[in-house]
């Protein structure tokens, strides 16, 4: 199966490492971080297995590495890896474009790129945007992200957090205003890290955010599934479920980050045909039920269903 990658990005202090951190301290699954400065990465010394000339594997099951000048070649360290990482992360620099980056991660074998998400500090953002020299490093980062999360929102004031969530719209951003890292762990492994089945609906778990779980009709029509996603408020930060596409009723993985939506055929039968979402307090925890509802006349149904296949 191919290994998701998640690109993490954002200007120079706005908490990477820390996020990297926490990461790698409490992943539910065997995640491969690749970083620009290994030395900065103070892992849980209990935490380390063994050292080897620029990595280190951790007893959960997790590795590190420092990234070199070719990222293929760290991306195939990563998977050459036995058993491979479920879920590869890759910090950006400071000043680098992330999205490229992402781009990149796609041309190898072996991974699909999950999402680019770029931190934003809710103190720093709007003041370091209008510094000249800057402008266009912050503006590239943030632009073509799939979903923003800004940091140190328990150190900023809430005219500090508005003016950073101004300034971050008026760049066409999907903005999130929850404590970053800690809170953010399953937003950077895409709840990959987890089974639909484990989550409730209306359930707000410890991490900050709201789980919500929808169940699709039997069968979906692509286009108008994609509508309905597209539909979703800024308050929904990740989707990501199964269910059956068309006449053919093939299974399909639907993930979703900020405004950017896949759909990929999935081979395991066995998979629940689920959707998991996760948000800010403001999402409601039905707000795909009522998006059908409202697209239908208020009636149960969905004209997101498809037609049946044609009897033989």
């Avoid at 980056?101 to 103190?123: C, K, N, S, W």
């Amino acid at each position: 199966m191919s290994i998701p990658v998640t690109v993490l990005g954002g200007f120079l202090g706005a908490g990477k490492t820390t996020a990297l951190n926490a990461l790698l301290s409490r992943a539910e699954q065997r995640v491969g971080v690749l970083v620009n400065d290994f030395g900065v990465v103070n892992i849980d010394a209990a935490l380390i297995a063994a050292r080897q000339s620029g990595m280190v594997a951790l007893s959960n099951g997790c590795v590190c590495c420092a990234l070199g000048p070719d990222l293929g070649e760290g991306i195939a360290r990563l998977a050459a890896l036995e058993p491979p990482p479920e879920h590869v992360v890759i910090e950006a620099s400071g000043v680098s474009d992330p999205w490229r980056i992402g781009q990149l991660a796609r041309l190898e074998t072996g991974v699909h790129l999950d999402a680019v998400l770029v931190l934003a500090d809710a103190q720093r953002f709007p003041a370091l945007l209008a510094d000249r020299w800057l402008t266009d490093t912050l503006q590239r980062q943030v632009a073509r992200a799939d979903l923003v999360l800004l940091t140190h929102t328990d150190l900023a004031t809430a005219a500090e957090i508005a003016a950073t969530r101004a300034a971050l719209r008026r760049l066409r951003a999907d903005v999130a205003t929850a404590a970053m890292p800690v809170d953010g762990v399953p937003l950077l492994l895409g709840m990959a890290h987890a089974a639909p089945v484990r989550f409730r609906a209306e359930a707000v778990s410890g991490h900050g955010f709201r789980q919500s779980v929808w169940s699709p009709p039997a069968t979906l029509d692509r286009a108008a599934l994609l509508a309905l996603l597209d539909a979703l408020p800024d308050s929904v930060l990740r989707l990501k479920g199964f269910c059956r596409l068309g006449p053919q009723r093939a299974l399909h993985l639907v993930q979703r980050a900020g405004r950017r939506t896949t759909l990929e055929p999935w081979p395991d039968p066995a998979a629940p045909e689920t959707f998991v979402l996760i948000g800010t307090p403001d999402m409601p925890s039905d707000v795909l039920a009522r998006l059908c509802r409202e697209r239908n006349g208020g009636s149960q149904g969905s004209d997101i269903a498809a037609s049946k296949p044609a009897e033989p």
